[in-house]
């Protein structure tokens, strides 16, 4: 079994799944890590493509705040709270039916995504102190 069928099996299921930094990245259709010129296949839960940011240093590696969406559940109670990133890639176009949340590091790029049972962050909760331990918190109370 692969990663991708798991993934699509707890979607099916409706059991909440977290995805973080590249556990986002897999589940959007395309990504170009491996060659700017050659997109790959990814998981494909989400349409998109990942690829690699316009920024001036890279790996952005850092505190960044965020733009929640208005129908968030994961970021309820830290909306204006900054979290830690560590990637050179990310999603840049807004998933359809989703609440996304933006962050910017040289161009907006895809902070977060809610949609169904999948939800995702670019940034690391678990190395964002007590505003990443309420994003867990907060994925942990969704129900299942």
Same mark, same amino acid.
């Given at each position: 079994v692969d990663g991708g069928d798991i993934v699509r099996e707890r979607l099916a299921k409706e059991r909440p799944t977290l995805g973080i930094c590249i556990g986002m990245q897999i589940l959007f259709s395309q990504g170009t890590e491996h060659s700017e010129n050659t997109a790959h296949v990814g998981v494909g839960i989400?349409?998109? =493509?990942?690829?690699?940011?316009?920024?001036? =240093?890279?790996?952005?590696? +850092?505190w960044n705040t965020v733009e929640t969406s208005s129908d968030s559940v994961l970021f309820k109670g830290v909306e204006s709270e900054s979290f830690y990133f560590v990637h050179s890639y990310a999603a840049k176009d807004p998933v359809n039916g989703a609440a996304n949340? =933006?962050?910017?590091? +040289?161009?907006?790029f895809l902070a977060a995504v809610e949609k169904d049972f999948i939800v995702a962050t670019q940034f690391h909760p678990e190395k964002s102190a007590d505003a +990443?331990?309420?994003i867990i918190e907060n994925f942990i109370n969704i129900p299942s």
């Open positions: 989400w349409d998109g =493509i990942v690829s690699k940011l316009d920024a001036p =240093i890279l790996p952005h590696m +850092g949340t =933006i962050s910017n590091y +040289g161009e907006d +990443g331990s309420k």
